[in-house]
């Protein structure tokens, strides 16, 4: 039986990875139809290409997409180097704290702390931006083929959510969408909602990603989340890494906790009978994540896209979509297999 779903896929730089993993797992399951997908920062850039990829061609042509676009973010093109070599190399935990204990990655990030991404002048240029402009757009925007897509920036006049949407999507948008302030230049464009220039940062700070585009009654009932910030942490960090890291993922989870709240509110108001049958969605949250390695990791392999870690993610972002699937597939579209009650009780 098909099961159709909205797809909520959370931004992390590098982590996004897991991501490319989940997706590709969902891609495989005939019976699981993608009707929206929400996307923001590195989940952005993967909804352009899984949508691009089914409206251009099939599943396949979906999975080729986003192996495309995690070979040019850094992963090998062949996935995986053969098992007995990856056995000698270290455990994602110990490239994070590689990576942080790192003179180049110190150096860089106490320089962004002290140096503006406006220091660059006239030689600026957005490192994703060859990325962005491969992406085919008359596919990403088709309204009326394949899943809908939505956008999640934050404009930095208003500090505001922004989504684009249809052919509201564009390179800058998807570049906007991943625009970290510390290290880019906020993107600038004309809004054709209010008519003028704009800057836009990461949409992260406001919506990661943004659920409320996919409550309208065309699409079905269920969000899964594709989770990549971890919603907890057992050991209060003491270190001055720990501390930032922390800081960075509940800031990016806070919008997303925010609608998870509300999404609770409304279905207990739903169940109560406090509010006329069909006046509100009665919305199906699940959740696909692997926070035990999440935890193992920081900012620093947010940013920095080691190969080795980029396949890592995948696998694991497959494994936990597999494991989704066998725990929750007969599920979908009957229940929420997300305790809301209690993780907001």
Known sequence: MTKRINLALQGGGAHGAF???????????????????SGTSAGALNGAALKA????????????????????????????????????????????????????????????RVFSPYIYGPFYQNPLRRIAERFYYDAVCDADTGPAFFVCATN?????????????????????SACLPTLF?????????????????????TGNPGLFPMFEPEFPRDIVVVNINPLERRDVPVSPQDIQNRIN????????????????FVRELIAEKKVKQGTMKDVLIHLIADDALMREL??????????????????????????????????????CTVDLQAMFG
């Not at 070599?85 to 003179?103: D, H, K, T």
């Not at 993922?249 to 999404?263: P, Q, T, W, Y």
């Open 19 to 37: 991501t490319w993993g989940v997706l590709d797992r969902l891609l495989e399951d005939e019976d699981i139809e993608i009707a929206a997908i």
């Open 53 to 112: 990829g089914l409206v251009e061609g099939d599943r396949q042509t979906a999975k080729d997409n986003l192996d495309w676009l995690w070979a040019q973010m850094g992963a090998l093109e062949d996935e995986r180097m053969p098992d007995w070599m990856a056995a000698f190399l270290p455990a994602p935990g110990m490239v994070s704290r590689m990576i942080e204990a790192s003179p180049a990655f110190t150096l860089a990030d106490t320089a962004s």
């Open 156 to 176: 930095v006049r208003t500090g505001k959510i922004r989504v684009f949407s249809g052919d509201e999507i564009h390179t800058d948008a998807i570049l906007a």
């Open 185 to 205: 230049q906020a993107v600038e464009f004309t809004d054709p909602e209010t008519g003028c220039v704009e800057a836009f940062w990461d949409g992260g700070y």
């Open 249 to 264: 993922e509940i800031s990016f989870n806070s919008s997303l906790l925010r609608e998870l709240r509300a999404i609770q």
């Open 298 to 335: 920081s900012v620093a392999t947010k940013l920095v896209p080691t190969p080795h870690l980029l396949g890592d993610l995948k696998e694991a972002g497959r494994a936990a979509a597999g494991q989704f699937l066998a725990a929750h597939k007969e599920k979908l579209n009957k229940e």
